[in-house]
Nanobody
């Protein structure tokens, strides 16, 4: 069983940056595909970015392409989401997910982009 805990959320002004982290435990992360999602109030949870188990392949939603970067450190069992040029519409709860035959989710971290 894999456990995930996000951190790094907070309040940031438009145009600012945040780096989200997702610490995993319970099993080695290297076998899992991982990704970041977000859910804004009244909206469905949407996928933002994913990265392959080796880190060689990434994919991004159009809404964050060029602004967000997903990465992982299998040796540390960590994954990250670097978010730049943040916009008010990026305000949401952000979740990390790991997948290997099943999906494992973190509890989420709030990101608020506001002046």
């Amino acid at each position: 069983q894999l456990q995930l805990v996000e951190s790094g959320g907070g309040l940031v002004q438009p145009g600012g940056s945040l780096r989200l982290s997702c610490a995993t435990s319970g099993r080695g992360l290297h076998d899992y595909g991982v990704g970041w999602f977000r859910q804004a109030p009244g909206k469905e949870r949407e996928p933002l970015a994913c990265i392959s188990s080796s880190g060689a392949s990434t994919n991004y939603a159009d809404s964050v392409k060029g602004r967000f970067t997903i990465s992982r450190d299998n040796a540390k069992n960590m994954m990250y989401l670097q978010m730049n040029s943040l916009k008010p519409e990026d305000t949401a709860v952000y979740y990390c997910r790991a997948t290997m035959r099943a999906n494992y989710w973190g509890q989420g971290t709030q990101v608020t982009v506001s002046s």
